[in-house]
């Protein structure tokens, strides 16, 4: 049975619809995918990835930077490092450091000085041996008593101070007036005499000193009164036989 003409060429025309539309298709599908990947693109960009378009191979550039600090007790150290590298059909590669380190050392150094023992000096005996007590300087006061004089006057009481021999060495001792039944200081209305204090010194080859008070007369008629002198502090190459003299202000009125 023999097709008639316009049916065969009603059935090409629709074959090529047919085929126009499926190339149509393709094509429509063929950009969806094109922008599907550019934007994956970007989304990869995103997290730290350049999409690179030259060469045609899809290619990522990264851009890494690091930085390490490392401290130790007495030193401190920062270093910062960049590194950008970029591949493309023509290699390039460039790199940069810098490097920063600063650097503090503290040292403290304690001495002890330990003080050494000192030796009495000579005393006034045998200066081969110092330290015996029996060749040390033995130290006596002696009382005084004396009357106190006119009103209006004072009266100069003297108190020797002995050594048992000459000194070898220098010998020290302080000595201070103290009020017994006598009084004296700024609250006392009528002082009967002045407090005194000091130091005596024995240089070497002397034996005795004096110590000086001044008593105040007056008119009253009143029982004998009396002070103390007091030594102390004596250098160590000597010891007391006696360390306090009584001073006695006898009534002349």
Known sequence: MTRDPRNRRGDLLRRATAG?????????????GYAGARKLGVLAYGYGYQYCTTPSQYQYCSTSTSTTTTTTPTTTSTSTSTSTSTSTSTSTSTSTSTSTSTSTSTSTSTSTTTPTSTKPGKGCGDKNHLHDRRFECKVVIFDVAKKEGKAGTTTSFVFTVTL????VDPVTVSYKTADGTAKTGQFVTNPDYVPTSGTLTFPAGTSTKTITVSVFGDKLKEPNESFFVNLSNLSPNAYFGDSQALGTIQNDD
Do not use: R
Not at 20 to 32: D, Q, Y
Not at 164 to 167: G, V, Y
């Open 164 to 167: 048992s021999a000459a000194a």
């Open 20 to 32: 126009a539309l499926v190339v149509l298709a393709l094509a429509t599908l063929a950009s969806l």
